[in-house]
């Protein structure tokens, strides 16, 4: 699975690998942790159609394990080749192997989330923006909340590198966990 979504788009975000709803549905970002992405979009006026989206990984690691160093090897030239076809002026990198893998340092995305970077990707300029994989609010309801801080960034971000006015969307509140409420529910992804 290669990507989705818009070939002219300024801003693109590249996730780690196809989890098992994608492997079945080909599209990446269709299980819970694309319908939060969804929302995350809704939340700055956006849609999966103004942006485009890929992974590091092209097919699904056996049991949804981490990819190993050769399957990102075997992979990173189809995802270098996307970003210079699509020309994104903003890649938000989501978690730690996008993240590794486009910056070229090792910095894990909690030392790095919410900074962007200038990096030179395709022999184009490009920022980077680090944040954290929608599938961490998932686990950890609190992240939530940044999360939606670190997307509130992304239309100035695009802004500063297309010169156009900035979106400005506010999200609505985040829903406070509760102890009784599993995460996904909390999320509104059931």
Do not use: W
């Amino acid at each position: 699975m290669f990507g989705v979504g818009d070939p002219g788009a300024d801003l693109m975000f590249v996730g780690e690998a196809p989890g098992f709803h994608e492997d079945k549905q080909g599209y990446p970002f269709v299980g819970q942790a694309g319908k939060l992405l969804d929302k995350l979009l809704a939340g700055i006026g956006l849609t999966r159609e103004d942006v485009y989206i890929a992974n590091v990984i092209k097919c699904r690691p056996p049991g949804n394990r981490d990819p190993q160093p050769d399957e990102i090897e075997a992979c990173e030239s189809h995802l270098f080749r996307q970003i210079e076809l699509i020309e994104p002026k903003l890649i938000a990198t989501l978690g730690n192997f996008a993240t590794k893998l486009l910056s070229g340092k090792p910095h894990g995305i909690t030392r790095v989330h919410g900074q962007p970077q200038e990096a030179t990707l395709g022999g184009r300029p490009v920022t980077l923006y680090p944040i954290y994989h929608p599938a961490a609010a998932l686990y950890t309801p609190a992240m939530l909340r940044t999360l939606e801080d670190d997307f509130r960034r992304i239309p100035d971000l695009i802004a500063e590198q297309t010169g156009a006015p900035a979106q400005v969307i506010p999200f609505p509140a985040a829903t406070e966990p509760t102890a009784s409420t599993p995460p996904a529910e909390q999320l509104g992804l059931f």
